[in-house]
């Protein structure tokens, strides 16, 4: 589900006034503020078309430039305390501030869903019982999903 529009670069909301029963939306991530509305869905889709090359016109007509969202910059105030402790992590990993974000904001953004970690297993004996010890070949597992070694009470479950 969405309940947003992407067209030439821009992308717009689209957002429901049920006492008034209009769909109604604006373009986001610029400082103009530039809206449209219509009564249908696809209708609202048009107009949002029509807002992006209604504002570029309007900017090429009055020889501006017109704003382009998510420029790919943008200001975080953070604190100093953390700014300090995110400074001295990228430090320790040898990578610099700027990469280290970058970095944090991929992993906050990707998919949340099953992932393959890979670590070892041995069967070990402990005071007579057999344990599982994460050393030996490593040994492929999808995350978040159910997986078995071995047979009847010897399976390990992830």
């Known amino acids: 589900m969405s309940n947003q529009f992407e067209y030439a670069g821009y992308i717009g909301s689209a957002e429901v006034d049920i006492e008034n029963g209009v769909l109604f939306g604006r373009l986001l991530f610029i400082r103009d503020a530039i809206g449209y509305?219509?009564?249908?869905?696809?209708?609202?889709?048009?107009?949002?078309?029509e807002a992006v090359d209604d504002y570029l016109a309007a900017c090429k007509e009055e020889g501006s430039e017109p704003d382009v969202p998510c420029k790919g910059s943008f200001n975080v105030r953070v604190g100093s305390d953390r700014h300090r402790k995110v400074a001295i992590a990228?430090?320790?990993q040898s990578v610099g501030l700027n990469e280290f974000v970058v970095a944090a904001l991929d992993k906050a953004v990707e998919p949340q869903g099953p992932r393959t970690v890979v670590h070892n297993h041995q069967w070990i004996m402990v005071a007579g019982e057999q344990r599982t010890a994460f050393t030996g070949e490593p040994m492929r597992l999808t995350i978040g999903v159910a997986v078995a070694r071995g047979t009847g009470d010897d399976a390990v479950k992830h």
């Open 90 to 92: 990228a430090r320790n």
């Open 37 to 49: 509305s219509a009564e249908t869905v696809e209708g609202l889709k048009e107009a949002f078309h």
